[in-house]
């Protein structure tokens, strides 16, 4: 490890606890406090001080990690007029944290921010509605399924031809390792009717609604049909067999 770097961690450290003490520097303002974006957004924040003093660097942290962030593909640093810049592009989940920026003057700490704050949402839509099979021959069962999601917090219901449905409804949710979730809900009917699945979640100024048609058996009504219509000709042949057999 160069003695650059040396130098720049343990005047980190020094930072992370003067975070924590809940002190920083009237010199270096940071803003925006809080950052709420969509997952892919890309999303900036600034560190900003007098520019009467020299050219300075800025550097930017995670809180709970241990090392400055280094640029790459997605994270890009700029210092211009008395103003540090860090974009993030393609935000994810695990972006999700609080970021602080501090201010060298040849190594020496001037000051650091007081924290940005970045939330990463991700919408639960759009959903699908699909049947599956059910516990026996005679049901009909549906899956609404979401989008990935952020946060975890999620309600799903149903309603059948507008009403409320109560019982028979399973909810089973899963974790990527990008963080995000997924949520699929199982309703088990047999009467044909219109079921609607409705989503609520943060992302949401209104709960999401799909709806899904369940008709009557048209398949099962033609083999009753064509039985029974067997069943009429089979008595009307025995009975033609009766009366020819009485005529002779």
């Known amino acids: 490890m160069s003695a650059e770097i040396t130098v720049r961690h343990i005047v980190l450290l020094g930072t992370i606890w003067q975070v924590v003490a809940a002190v920083t520097s009237g010199n270096v303002d940071q803003f925006p406090k809080d950052l709420h974006i969509f ?7 600034f560190c900003r001080f ?4 020299a050219i300075r660097d800025v ?8 090392n400055f962030i280094e640029a790459d593909t997605r994270k890009h640093f700029n210092v211009n007029k008395g103003r540090g810049t860090f974009a993030l592009l393609g935000a994810t989940v695990t972006d999700i944290g609080t970021y602080y920026c501090q201010v060298l003057q040849q190594d020496q700490s001037v000051g650091n921010g007081s924290g940005t704050q970045l939330t990463v949402f991700a919408s639960p839509i759009p959903l699908k509605i699909v049947p599956v099979e059910g516990t026996s021959l005679r049901s009909q069962r549906l899956e609404c399924k979401t989008s990935a999601f952020y946060p975890e917090k999620i309600e799903i219901s149903w309603r059948r031809n507008n009403e409320e449905i109560l019982n028979g409804i399973e909810i089973v ?4 390792e990008e963080g995000l979730y997924e949520a699929s809900s199982f309703l088990e009917e047999t009467k044909p009717a219109v079921y609607t699945c409705l989503v609520s979640h943060a992302t949401l100024t209104v709960p999401a609604a799909l709806s899904y048609i369940i008709k009557k058996d ?8 064509c039985a029974v219509g067997g069943l009429v000709i089979l008595v009307l042949t025995v009975i033609l067999v009766t009366q020819k057999n009485k005529s002779t």
């Not at 997952?39 to 924040?45: A, D, L, P």
């Not at 007098?50 to 003093?53: A, G, H, L, N, T």
């Not at 949710?173 to 990527?176: F, P």
């Open 173 to 176: 949710k899963n974790r990527s």
């Open 50 to 53: 007098p520019i009467s003093q």
């Open 39 to 45: 997952r892919g957004e890309n999303v900036s924040m």
């Open 218 to 225: 048209a398949d099962k009504i033609l083999i009753i049909g």
């Open 59 to 66: 550097y930017w942290w995670k809180e709970g990690e241990k």
